[in-house]
């Protein structure tokens, strides 16, 4: 009886693998890791291994490892699903015998393992024939001496010594098929052969469409025209390729699935072939190779068929590595390609500090200048660069994007990013990424349309307040021209007085508004009652604006909120918003003002809501007031909410406008240096 070893951290996987078995042959034994399954490898008491890849994840392919090195003999069988081609080709490459698909299927596994613990002998074929003996190529009768012959080990070695030299060109599809052929007719004078294989699309640079994918189209041969295999492809979905894709076997051109099939007979006829044999891939026929006999004229018997057949199985593996390492290697040189031609700096730099990959751009930035043309070294970075990536290899932690201004190249300036690349699950960084764009360029267009844009306000400021101070400028002259004339007038002398009283207070207001735009802080701080400061605020806009019969309304909050900040600017914010109030309605004006601590997030904050029952906001009024020079009125520079809303901000408060039919305009200001009750 055959012990069976089964390694995988959950048990039904392993109850799965001893239901399908047959108990009179095998017998399982689980264990969840490869230290409790030690003993049984060390001592060469298993004759198989069941590896549940699934389960173990990336670990899998250091398990595998594990396991060679404590048993380099036993048979690995290896079970996934959804395999990738790149783990299986490490599987393998690792020790792993067979890799199969889940569920465990029942014949499929039986099969496999009476395979490995039973291997039939390897038979060979030597076209070197005693003088008269011809009986050996029947294909229903060998005598003895031929059999002995085949069963000869010294010749099997030689045959799989032989083999193993066409995997020189193991990276070249077309000389290691040319080679295989060649092999072929060597050990059994083959007289004409071809290979017709599935050929995967181009990695990112071709697709094929469905009918394509079902294509075998010549991939070598001896014995045939190179014209007539230019023009002639064979086909899983029908002929010969159908009949080997469905059987799954070797198939003759005298059986009578071929005899039954029109296409395939006419296949067999083109070609002057005999049989078709089928290249098994991992999981599906990838192609099929096509023979007529030896050059004597007599056909293959099935002993070398068979041989042929096992052989195949091995080209069929090597084909699917080769597709794979081509898909790799074209994928490396397409991201290589557009790592070397972006306009950003790419620097690679492995965990030992050595230079990975550097595209042009980073040669361009970092490199030396005196050699432009050779390859960045890490010390080629520049220091404060070269820090920041050995702290991402050391930490395994991206950095946040920074600005990097070399020093010795006044103004020029970057904007870096760092980032770590790790394998699975590694949490230790293999390598680092260093991409650094070059925003000199638009660094120098921000600045211009900076200061284009300081010159248009400039400019905007020059004109608005010009025709402010020539407003308030007319009423003056006009008492001036007159002076001397009237002076002696009473009405003249009152109406001179309110003139310079008009002039001075909008000319104030414009050296406040000024002041307070141009101010990017708080000259000083003090805690002060808000009830109090809106009156305050209150009275400095009546000044300002002449308004009949207007009202203040508060609603109280009962206790007095103490609010520390900047007094007299608060007090300049508010007055701006109580004078659009007055404005709104110069006649009959109803102002009224709402407090309100704790905001909506449960944050101490403190909200005065300022109504009037003017005619409101439109919702486009709403989002342009708080913007510089807006007004909808003649008179004013349109600073007034400008100035406000920079007074708030600078609190750390915010203003919002809302569209409303009447005006409301709220204030939301941090009470986090405020107390409620007197200071």
């Known amino acids: 009886m055959n ?62 490892e594990r396991l060679r090195r404590r048993d380099a003999k036993t048979p690995i069988i290896a079970f ?178 071929a005899r039954a099939d029109v296409e395939a007979q006419k296949e067999f006829e083109l070609l002057g072939a005999q049989v078709a044999v089928p290249i098994p891939g991992r999981d599906s026929i990838i192609g099929v190779a096509v023979f007529d006999g030896r050059v004597t004229g007599e056909p293959l018997v099935n002993v070398e068929l068979e041989l042929i057949f096992h052989l195949l199985e091995q080209v069929g593996l090597a084909m699917r590595n080769i597709w794979l390492h081509d898909q790799l290697s074209g994928n490396h040189e397409m991201m290589t390609d557009v790592l070397r031609e972006l306009s950003s700096a790419c620097v690679v730099v492995g965990r030992d500090l050595k230079v990975l990959h550097a595209n042009k751009a980073a040669k361009r930035h970092f490199g030396r200048k005196n050699e432009r ?21 050391k930490t395994g932690s991206a950095l946040e994007p920074f600005r990097y201004e070399p020093e010795n190249s006044p103004g020029t300036v970057y904007t870096v990013s760092v980032v770590p690349f790790q394998r699975g699950n590694s949490t230790v960084p293999s390598s680092a990424l260093l991409t650094a764009d070059d925003l000199s360029q638009s660094e120098q267009l921000r600045k211009l349309e900076v200061e284009t844009a300081n010159l248009r306000l400039i400019r905007t400021m020059a004109d608005r307040m010009a025709h402010e101070i020539g407003n308030a400028m007319v009423p003056l002259s006009t008492h001036q021209q007159l002076l001397s004339e009237k002076f002696g007038d009473k009405e003249f002398r009152e109406s001179l007085d309110h ?13 406040n508004q000024m002041r307070f735009l141009a101010r990017d802080g708080f000259v000083e701080q003090e805690p002060f ?19 009949d019969g207007a009202q203040l309304k508060m609603d109280h909050t009962g206790k007095p909120v103490i609010l520390t900040g900047d007094r007299a600017a608060l007090k300049h914010a508010l007055s701006e918003i109580m004078l659009n109030a007055l404005q709104a309605n110069p006649k009959g004006a109803r102002i009224g003002v709402k407090f309100q601590t704790d905001g909506p997030t449960g944050d101490r904050a403190l909200t005065i809501e300022v109504q009037d029952n003017g005619s409101g906001f439109s919702p ?23 100035v406000t809303q920079k007074i708030i901000e600078n609190h750390h408060g915010k203003l919002e406008i809302v569209p409303s039919p009447s005006g409301i305009v709220r204030v939301s200001l941090p009470l986090e240096n405020a107390g409620n009750g007197q200071p």
């Open 80 to 257: 996934a699903s959804n395999t990738q081609s790149d783990w299986e080709e490490e599987a393998f490459l690792r020790g792993v015998t067979h890799v199969l698909t889940k569920p465990v299927r029942a014949r499929l596994l039986n099969s496999v393992l009476e395979r490995l613990s039973n291997p039939a002998p390897v038979q060979i074929f030597k076209p070197s024939v005693p003088a008269g003996n011809t009986a050996i190529f029947s294909r229903t009768s060998m005598d003895p001496d031929a059999a002995q012959r085949f069963a000869n080990t010294s010749q099997t070695l030689d045959v799989l010594r032989d083999f193993s030299s066409i995997l020189t060109h193991s990276l070249d599809a077309e000389a290691m098929l040319k080679q295989f052929l060649l092999f072929l007719r060597e050990i059994l004078s083959i007289n004409r052969a071809a290979i017709f294989l599935n050929r995967p699309c181009a990695p990112l640079t071709e697709v094929l469409s469905q009918e394509d994918t079902r294509r075998l189209r010549s991939a070598a041969a001896i014995g045939l025209a190179s014209g007539l295999l230019e023009h002639f492809e064979l086909s899983l979905d029908s002929g010969m390729g159908a009949q080997v894709a469905r059987l799954g076997r070797i198939l003759r051109r005298d059986s009578d699935e």
């Open 620 to 642: 486009e009024a709403a989002r342009k007031i708080p913007a510089p020079f807006y007004t909808t009125r003649n008179v004013g520079l349109g600073l007034g909410l400008a």
């Open 373 to 393: 043309t050779g390859g960045l070294e890490f010390s080629d970075l520049p220091q404060q660069l070269g820090s920041k990536i050995y702290q991402v290899l």
């Open 529 to 547: 009652p808000v009830e109090k400061l809106v009156e305050e605020a209150y009275q400095e806009a009546v000044k300002q604006q002449t308004a």
């Open 499 to 511: 003139a310079m009283g008009e002039g001075v207070k909008r000319v104030s207001r414009l050296i």
């Open 3 to 64: 012990t069976v070893l089964v390694l995988s951290s959950h048990p039904d996987f392993a109850e799965s693998v001893r239901v399908a078995l047959n108990p009179e042959q095998f017998r399982v034994i689980h264990r969840t890791n490869v230290e409790e399954g030690e003993p049984l490898l060390v001592h060469g008491l298993v004759s198989a291994c069941i590896l549940d890849a699934d389960l173990l994840g990336v670990e899998s392919v250091w398990i595998i």
